[in-house]
């Protein structure tokens, strides 16, 4: 059975960094795209950043460029999320999502976790 596991989210102040972390099992994920997204209260969730397994190719949606990073660790099957400079608006539901490179249905969730930035 497949899982992915997000851990690290928590209460923050305004500047502050966390370290979200994803860990992936169940199968070989080496032809999937890793993606983190957020969702805020009332809003629809957002893509923010997306990594290969193989080749560790990576993209960061405009908004969060300059200060989240996406990266991965191959051996603990495992996605980051570093995430800096964080601000008020950036509280939310952060979660992992999995799919094939080719394919665009997102085929696995995580549970989520909380990020909460304090003014």
């Known amino acids: 059975q497949v899982h992915l596991l997000e851990s690290g989210g928590g209460l923050v102040q305004a500047g502050g960094s966390l370290r979200l972390s994803c860990a992936a099992s169940?199968?070989?994920?080496?032809?999937?795209?890793l993606c983190w997204f957020c969702q805020a209260p009332g809003k629809e969730r957002e893509f923010l950043a997306a990594i290969t397994w193989n080749g560790g190719r990576t993209y960061h949606t405009d908004s969060v460029k300059a200060r989240f990073t996406i990266s991965r660790e191959n051996a603990k099957n495992t996605v980051y999320l570093e995430m800096d400079s964080l601000k008020p608006e950036s509280t939310a539901v952060y979660y992992c999502?999995?799919?094939?490179?080719?394919?665009?249905?997102?085929?696995?969730w995580g549970q989520g976790t909380q990020v909460t930035v304090s003014s």
């Open positions: 169940g199968r070989t994920f080496s032809s999937y795209l």
């Open positions: 999502g999995a799919r094939e490179v080719d394919v665009r249905t997102y085929e696995y």
